[in-house]
Structure formats: C-alpha cells, structure tokens
C-alpha cells in the first residue's frame, strides 16, 4: 500500500518538474534574468527609447536584463517612471556570445573591464557598456570601440 503510494507521489513529482520545465522552455527565461542593470543617471538612452510627452530624462528611468537561452542571448529594456510605472519594454538581440573586451582598455579600470555588448533593439544597434562589475550600465558613443568591435567583430 505504502509503495504504491510513494511511486504515486513520485510519477506525479516528476509530471509537475516535467511541465515547469516545458512553460519555462515555452514562456522563456523572463521571470529569472541572467542579471539585472540600471541605466546610469549621465547616460544617455538608448536610441530605441522615447520619453513619453512631459517627462524629462530624470523622470524617468531603465532596467536592462540580460537572459541565456537555448536560442542565443537576449536582453530587455524596461523604462519606468518615478512612481516605478512601466511605460515600454522592448526586447533586444546579443550580438556576441560574450562581452567584447579593448586589446588595450584604458587605465584605471579594473581587470576585465570595460566590457561592452552589442545589442540591437528594431533595427537599431547600441553599444553597452560596463565599466566594473556594478549593477550599471551606460551607452558607449565612443567611435574608438566601435572601431575596434568591427576590426575584430565576436569571439
């Protein structure tokens, strides 16, 4: 009686893990980001982003989120206003399977940094950047990377 109970339990156990695990594949990752960045207060937008009609850039603000799927790297763009009130959210592609790194980065950064990804949002690409391992993020103007990035493209 017992054991017929318990592989019961187990066959049910397993169903359950079964089907999260499909509407999670199904759904994707967007409850459980790789990680999570603000955009930094001096950075502009990202060109994909139009404040709304009386609001000014400190109104409002953006969380970016990066996901790993089966399908490649993704992102989402998420601008809120100040009471934390979802005004757009756009998804974006990664470009690269990791972070793209200068040859020869600038002093005063730490190992590994600046890191910068390339993300295109409707057609339009930006370049991110990260300056250390910060919950932040900025949008890179600086035609020297840009340079770079296409001299060697992803590795």
């Known amino acids: 009686m017992r054991t017929g109970l318990i ?5 049910y156990l397993l169903l359950s893990v079964a089907a999260v695990t499909a509407a999670s594949t199904v759904t994707g990752c967007e ?14 937008l990202p060109k994909w982003i139009a404040i709304p009609p009386g609001l000014a850039r400190a109104d409002v603000s953006i969380t ?36 793209f ?5 600038p ?3 730490p190992a590994g940094y600046p ?7 409707n057609g339009m690409t930006e370049m991110i950047e990260h300056r250390r ?11 020297a990377v ?6 060697t493209g992803c590795r």
């Open 133 to 143: 391992m910060e919950p932040i993020f900025y949008i890179s103007d600086d035609p």
């Open 64 to 99: 970016m989120n990066y996901y790993v799927t089966p399908w490649g790297r993704t992102a989402s763009f998420v601008l809120q206003d100040s009471t934390h009130k979802v005004l757009e959210k756009v998804y974006g592609r990664e470009k690269c399977d990791k972070p």
């Open 31 to 44: 409850y459980f980001p790789e990680s999570t960045f603000q955009l930094a207060n001096e950075s502009r």
């Open 7 to 11: 592989q019961r339990i187990a066959r």
């Open 146 to 151: 840009r340079n770079e990035y296409a001299a």
């Open 107 to 109: 002093q005063g950064f």
């Open 115 to 121: 890191a910068y990804e390339l993300i295109t949002v």
């Open 101 to 105: 790194e200068l040859k020869n980065p």
